[in-house]
């Protein structure tokens, strides 16, 4: 099969990328520094000819609901055209569990992006499928990024049921190469086990002794992005359950 993987260069669409390839898959490769931008639509045509499955692991960091939703909703809606005009078949898009949830993107522009962009895969009449993921383990690294600022680390007030990222990659692959093997135009993955951000994050600093290089003497929570994520909007009820454990990450840390 040819596989487009878009946003092949980072953390999610790397892992993919190395599992089309391992599995035997003709991979096509696409990112801005590989010279096709989604955005504009520019390489995409070109990039998309013969492929017969597309993979969308883009992404773009704001906060700002505006920014967040022009980019999700225009990278989409260029997928969707490109891929029509293309003859791909399939589409496989990568999202969060409860984003699109209204309770849970009201504080959170990012969100609301990722809201847009699930709707138009969802609407478009493609053969697609989007998965909702939890947040990966390596995750805690981008909240402590945001939320450390020498010996304290106000995180978010988060219920989060984090999920082994190479887990979440096998499952795009295999959604992109069989189809949604479940009912419907969306798949839903999380981890074993449900917790407070900040409680995964003392667990990592004990096993570790940092998180994304910082060592805070105090780790607690506020609810500053809103009621619904601390009584957890993004931890689904049903799906999948890897069985993956935040033990064995950690483990595979220190080795
Ligand atoms: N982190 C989590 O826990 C989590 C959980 C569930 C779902 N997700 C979702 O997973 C997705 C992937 O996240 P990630 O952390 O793997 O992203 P990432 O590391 O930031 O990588 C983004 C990729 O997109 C490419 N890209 C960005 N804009 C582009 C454009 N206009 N045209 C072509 N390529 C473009 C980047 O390459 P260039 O810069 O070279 O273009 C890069 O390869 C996101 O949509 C995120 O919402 C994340």
Redesign the pocket.
């Known amino acids: 099969m040819r596989i487009a993987v878009?946003?092949?260069?980072?953390?999610?669409?790397s892992k993919v990328a190395q599992k089309v390839r391992r599995q035997g898959h003709e991979l096509v490769s696409?990112?801005?520094?590989e010279g096709?931008?989604?955005?504009t639509g520019e390489g995409l045509p070109a990039a998309f000819a013969g492929a017969d499955v597309a993979i969308d692991?883009?992404?773009?960091?704001s906060l700002s609901a505006k920014k967040a939703s022009d980019y999700f909703g225009r990278?989409s809606r260029n997928v969707v055209d490109a891929s029509q005009e293309a003859g791909v078949s399939r589409l496989v898009c990568?999202?969060?569990a409860g984003a699109a949830d209204p309770e849970v993107n009201k504080m959170f522009g990012y969100y609301k992006g990722?809201a847009v962009q699930e709707r138009v895969y969802i609407e478009s009449g493609a053969d697609c499928v989007v998965v909702r993921?939890?947040?990966?383990f390596q995750?805690l690294e981008?909240l402590m990024g945001m939320a450390s600022v020498g010996p304290v680390a106000l995180l978010p007030k988060m219920m989060m049921a984090p999920v082994s990222a190479e887990r979440v990659a096998s499952l795009l692959v295999e959604t992109a190469v069989s189809g949604n093997q479940h009912e419907g135009k969306t798949l839903t993955i999380r981890g074993p086990e449900t917790g407070y951000a900040a409680d995964f994050v003392k667990r990592q600093l004990a096993a570790t002794g940092n998180v994304a290089g910082k060592s805070p003497r105090w780790v607690g929570s506020a609810p500053y992005m809103g009621s619904a994520i601390a009584r957890g909007g993004l931890v689904p009820s049903g799906g999948i359950v890897d069985e993956t454990s935040f033990g064995e990450y950690l483990e595979s840390l220190s080795r």
């Open positions: 878009l946003g092949a260069t980072g953390e999610m669409g696409v990112s801005r520094s096709v931008d989604v955005y692991c883009l992404n773009m960091m990278t990568m999202s969060i990722k993921s939890t947040q990966w995750f981008v």
